[in-house]
């Protein structure tokens, strides 16, 4: 089974930039989904992006295309999110998050509303705290 492990967050000016790392242990690590979910103060978790491992293709939430890149690299079975042009509202605990998905079924990650459904995810990290000062 993998476990996930998160870093790079931290506290940075608006404007500036962050990259996240999500390190990932066990094997069969191109069989995943791995996405990342944010989670602010008083609210829900929201699903930021996620990298379907086995094909590279990438997805994104509306409030993020452009300054985020999601990336992955195999051989050091690491997921990473590079953050640019932060503001206050991405301030919030970003998690790793992973689904094993068989090949014929990963199509599905494609779909906005599986792939920011925090339950289609049974593998969480720690999480790691992003706070953008103004």
């Known amino acids: 089974e993998v476990q996930l492990v998160e870093s790079g967050g931290g506290e940075v000016q608006a404007g500036g930039s962050l990259r996240l790392s999500c390190a990932a242990s066990?094997?069969?690590?191109?069989?995943?989904?791995i996405g990342w979910f944010r989670q602010a103060p008083g609210k829900g978790p929201e699903g930021v992006s996620c990298i379907i491992v086995s094909d590279g293709s990438t997805y994104y939430a509306d409030s993020v295309k452009g300054r985020f890149t999601i990336s992955s690299d195999s051989a050091k079975r690491t997921v990473y999110l590079e953050m640019n042009n932060l503001n206050s509202e991405d301030t919030a605990d970003y998690y790793c998050?992973?689904?094993?998905?068989?090949?014929?079924?990963?199509?599905?990650?494609?779909?906005?509303?599986?792939?920011?459904?925090?339950?289609?995810?049974?593998?969480w990290g720690q999480g790691t705290q992003v706070t953008v000062s103004s």
């Open positions: 998050v992973a689904a094993w998905t068989a090949k014929g079924f990963r199509r599905r990650f494609r779909s906005k509303e599986i792939w920011t459904d925090a339950g289609q995810y049974d593998l």
């Open positions: 066990g094997s069969t690590f191109n069989d995943y989904v």
